[in-house]
């Protein structure tokens, strides 16, 4: 217990924050995160080996990322004054919150989604401002955004495929909100590399148009790399609110390599795409199980009790995420895409009733 002065000091909006559950436990085998299980190449681990001397770690990282923000441009056939990198695209979520909302503002996203758009917001006073989503996990833009303006809507989020129900909203109802929603909308492609959909086209014709990538679902989760990709006018005011060292040499150095390794990184997608239609094909023959289809590397899926099917799993070394948390998703779970052994074990596992 903190001495009453000290409780009091605590804000409001942090007293009432719940922390996001990132589970920490290990198991043998981990699908609750959807990581990438394949970990670095020898390859990369070996110009990591090198690079620590090279890189002159007593110096500070360089603010700008130059290098990194090269190469990245160049595979996105961009310039890199329309990025921002981000120690995950965590913390560019935080940073966007922070440029372009005030305490009392709210952002909307659909809801069921990833939870740390609500947290985010709330831990600066910002509300959230849940669209609901349908039975198809589908998102419907609204008639007109009279009440996004009244409730003082300022940015909205898009997972696009949005996490954890898998699937890729329909890019003709995101066309209408950027077509008519005098606000910033965010395109959070952090799962790019799986459905190979994109936005970026759509940059060029709308300015308020924000697209998040992130490295951590395809191989460098524990690097903390994300970028943001925007009109160069918007790049700047986020560098602005933006901590000058946030990406550590080791990141920015690694992330570089990476790219220019890409070809890694395709083949693993591909052996994880062909797993993921084995699982859901395997999943929907099993009696009380319901997979939902997906453009990711994780699958949803709906059990006759998610909780103790969980604990099951777990007690026998497989780790997934439990949603039930959630009012939409009662007794859904959601597994993440792992090695053709791992997925075996898992099958298994919930085959075995
Ligand atoms: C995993 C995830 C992120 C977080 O990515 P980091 O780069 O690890 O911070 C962002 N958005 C969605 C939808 C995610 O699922």
Partial sequence: MLPAFLEKLITEKALNLAAYKAEHITAPVSLHANENPYPPSPELLEE???SLVTLELNRYPDPDGQKLKASLSEKLGTTPDHLVLGNGSDELIQLLIQVFCDPGDRVAFPDPTFSMYSIIARGLGVEPYPLVLS???????????????????????????????????????IQKVLNNFEGIIVLDEAYYDFARKTFLDKLKQHP????LRSLSKIGLAGLRVGYGIADPCIIRHINK?????NLNSISQFMTERLLARFSTVEDQVDILLQERERMSTQMVKIKGIQPYPSDSNFILFKATEG?????????S????????????????LRVTVGTPEQNDKFLSLLASE
């Avoid at 009440?147 to 890729?168: A, M, R």
């Fill in 135 to 173: 039975d198809q996990w589908d998102f419907k833009a609204p008639e007109n955004f009279d009440s996004w303006k009244q409730e003082k809507v300022k940015i909205v989020f898009f997972s696009y495929p949005n996490n954890p129900t898998g699937n890729c909203f329909s890019a003709e109802e």
């Fill in 208 to 211: 308020n148009l924000i697209l």
């Fill in 307 to 315: 909780t103790a099917l969980h604990q099951r799993l777990l007690s």
């Fill in 241 to 245: 609110m933006r901590l000058p060292y």
């Fill in 317 to 332: 070394g497989v780790l997934i995420r439990n949603l039930v948390g959630h009012p939409r998703l009662k007794d859904c």
């Fill in 48 to 50: 990591l080996r090198e």
